[in-house]
């Protein structure tokens, strides 16, 4: 059966999905995708996955995406980054017959996608997109689909968007802001944009940005004449978004917690959606934020859960009449509801002109974290409260000496003097061993020629008519009278 295309392809494979999961890293793992789904999501991502590590790692395959098998979750779309035709080509073979299609990420802004040259940073080079995208079309049994960034001009965002649909794409979505729209900076996404792209194209078109309740999706739809909306933010920190309803957090956090108990992740994904969840509550809770932080187990995450909704129950009890939310919020602080992220101008509010004001000080310069408590990174803090005994005095790190080759630390027993990439290239290239990174070539190789030399002297004898012994090619002559 020849695969679905377009409109066809969302309309009958996608279910006409108007309500989307986004790929979120560590975020949309199995658990929260059926937890969304439970509550409005029709269609979900996978987390973004490195399609060379997907190629060449077995392990890494089946922690993402060969693990339980979950017929609810469906329709599903794998995300991969990658900046090579045959690499991500490859990578898709092996995942296409686990989802409903492969999406090939051009909008992640951060700094690991700029070292790893994927994501936004390739939204320039139009010739290498489009091989990668004909080749997937080409060899994949399932659509492939994108999902950009936009350039601040409308019309080359529209050029750039019908190249990718010439090249082979059935599905784009489009996040309305621009790569340098990041973090403090993210700002507010373009519809205009989106709008463009929407009527530029004859593909589906999906939107994202500034999704923080159901009525932006609905307003988006209104506004932009998308077939869906994609919500990544408001999604974290409430599941029940695309339901139009704000759920008490612990209802929430305690049925994802069931759904982990079923379909395990690591610790650290649990612990991220507990703080995106109970965000509010824990600026109120500060010592229940740091057990958070601190516990080491899912028993223990479960523990502060549910400290933290006795914590909240308490304060409903004790709740005076007409008593309302605090901070600015919509709502108290124990239900589901957006987070709008301060801007650079909002925080240098907070923190006065000077950065040091109301306690909280500027940056910090490189010398000044000798160990003192307060001059430490927030991240240090919390490496020392988890082990006091933590110094990051820089004058008592040790002193790692260079490889000879790349200037990475090199191995303090390594006969080649490098690091291990160097030397593992080295020793294979020379067949040489290297015992003190492990690196064997030159002994297996013997081990080989010394199995392969027993292998040609111990054969079945087979007796030829004329009295011969064959033992593999040579035949010896048998003791029998005859000179």
């Known amino acids: 059966m020849p695969k679905l295309r377009g409109e066809a392809f969302w309309k009958e494979t996608l279910r006409s999905a108007h309500y989307v999961v986004a790929p979120m890293v560590d975020q949309s793992e199995l658990a929260w995708r059926l937890l969304s789904r439970r509550h409005g999501a029709q269609l979900c991502y996978t987390p973004m996955l490195h399609a060379q590590v997907f190629l060449r790692d077995a392990n890494y395959r089946r922690e993402n995406l060969y693990g339980d098998a979950c017929p609810e979750d469906r329709p599903l779309i794998v995300q991969f980054c990658a900046n090579d035709p045959e690499v ?49 079309n080409e060899k994949l049994s399932v659509p492939i689909t994108c999902k950009i960034r936009v350039f601040p001009e409308i019309a080359k965002t529209v050029k750039y ?18 790569k340098e729209q990041k973090g403090p900076l993210a700002g507010v996404a373009s519809w205009d944009h989106i709008q463009a792209v929407r009527k530029a194209v004859s593909i589906p078109v999906f939107a994202n940005g500034n ?18 909306v994609m919500s990544a933010e408001g999604n974290l920190h409430n599941p029940a978004l695309f339901e139009g309803r704000n759920p008490l957090v612990w209802e929430m956090a305690e049925e994802y917690l069931e759904i982990v108990q079923k379909y395990p992740c690591p610790l650290s994904y649990v612990r991220a959606h507990l703080f995106k969840l109970w965000h509010h509550t824990l600026q109120v809770y500060q010592q229940l934020r740091e057990e958070l932080a601190k516990v080491k187990t899912l028993e223990g995450i479960v523990d502060v859960n549910r400290e933290l909704k006795l914590r909240c129950q308490e304060e409903i009890a004790n709740q005076k009449e007409g008593e309302k939310p605090k901070e600015g919020l919509p709502f108290f602080h124990w239900i589901c509801q957006p987070y709008i992220r301060p801007g650079p101008k909002e925080r240098c509010k907070e923190n006065g002109a000077s950065g040091t004001e109301k306690g909280v000080r500027g940056k910090r310069a490189l010398e000044e974290e000798d160990g003192n408590p307060e001059l ?89 008519p004329r009295g011969a012994v064959a033992v593999g090619e040579t035949a010896v002559l048998k003791e029998t009278g005859d000179s």
């Open 88 to 136: 991500f080509v490859q990578a898709a073979l092996l995942a296409q017959d686990y989802c409903d299609a492969v999406d090939l990420n051009l909008g992640c802004p951060q700094m690991i996608a700029k070292r790893g040259h994927y994501g936004a940073f390739l939204q320039e080079e139009w010739d290498l997109l489009q091989r990668m995208i004909l080749l997937a």
């Open 161 to 178: 968007a019908q190249m990718l649909e010439k090249a082979g794409c059935q599905l784009l979505t489009v996040h309305g802001r621009t």
């Open 211 to 228: 999704i923080q309740c159901l009525s932006d999706v609905e307003e988006c739809i209104r506004k932009t004449g998308v077939h869906g």
């Open 376 to 464: 430490l990174s927030k991240n240090k803090q919390k490496k020392k409260l988890r082990n006091p005994n933590k110094s990051f005095d820089p004058s008592l790190k040790p002193k790692y000496a260079k490889c000879d080759q790349c200037g990475n630390p090199k191995g303090n027993k390594c006969v080649f003097n490098m690091c291990r990439g160097c030397c593992k290239k080295r020793a294979f290239k020379e067949t040489a061993d290297c015992p003190g990174h492990g690196l064997l070539f030159k002994t297996k190789y013997e081990k080989s020629l010394s199995w392969q030399s027993s292998q040609r002297v111990i054969q079945t004898p087979e007796i030829s």
